[in-house]
């Protein structure tokens, strides 16, 4: 079911998106992604809480990533809410932002993991700040304490923006575009499949 306001005939009904749509490569697309995410470091994880169907966003520190960049890894506290919301809708948005307006938007399938080979390949003591030291000898935020779990999030799909402009030039697009009525050239609007991401895998796989 879709939602619709008007008929534009054949005018492109998002004169934006068909302007800054960018085709390449399926490695550039990867590859510019993976890049931005990096840098951004920060994300926005998105769940749906049981109890009420809303959903709920959370800032989370990326850890590392697998199959080449594609899939995401994250500390968790396994007793805090976002534990329980996975478990029962494993659906998950991670998005990314910096203070240009490029963006990456991922969404996937999560997996909650309490292997601790897993867990002592990525901890980081930063985690003890986060996790506190309960004084028991068990919970102190250490490798091995059972409350340090991490998501694993599967891309099924992503969609970023990006761009290769200074601000200035950015903002005279705009500009003209207030003017002329068409629609500015300011990003590089890319979309991931599910299948070209399955195909990223087959390329990485170990």
């Known amino acids: 079911m879709s939602f619709s ?81 996975l478990k029962s809708d494993p659906d998950i948005n991670i998005a990314f932002l910096n203070s240009s307006g490029e963006w990456a938007s991922v969404s996937g399938k999560a997996t909650i993991s309490t292997d601790r080979s897993l867990i002592h390949q990525h901890y980081s003591p930063a985690l003890k700040a986060w996790m506190g030291d309960l004084g028991d000898g068990k919970h102190d935020g250490g490798p091995d304490d059972p409350r340090i779990g991490i998501i694993s999030v599967k891309a099924v799909t992503a969609t970023y923006a990006i761009t290769n402009q200074s601000f200035v030039g950015r903002g005279l697009e705009i500009a003209k575009g207030t003017v002329t009525g068409e629609a500015p050239k300011v990003n590089n609007l890319r979309e991931l499949s599910e299948e070209e991401l399955a195909e990223w895998r087959k390329i990485h796989a170990k």
Do not use: W
């Open 5 to 85: 306001n008007t008929d534009t005939g054949s005018k492109p009904q998002d004169p934006y998106k068909e302007k800054n749509k960018d085709e390449t490569s399926l490695r550039e697309k990867i590859e510019d992604l993976v890049t931005f995410m990096d840098k951004c470091k920060f994300a926005m994880m998105t769940t749906r809480i049981e109890s009420s169907g809303l959903l709920v966003s959370r800032c989370m520190a990326l850890a590392a990533k697998e199959s080449g960049g594609v899939d995401l890894l994250f500390h968790t506290n396994t007793e805090s809410g976002k534990t329980d919301d």
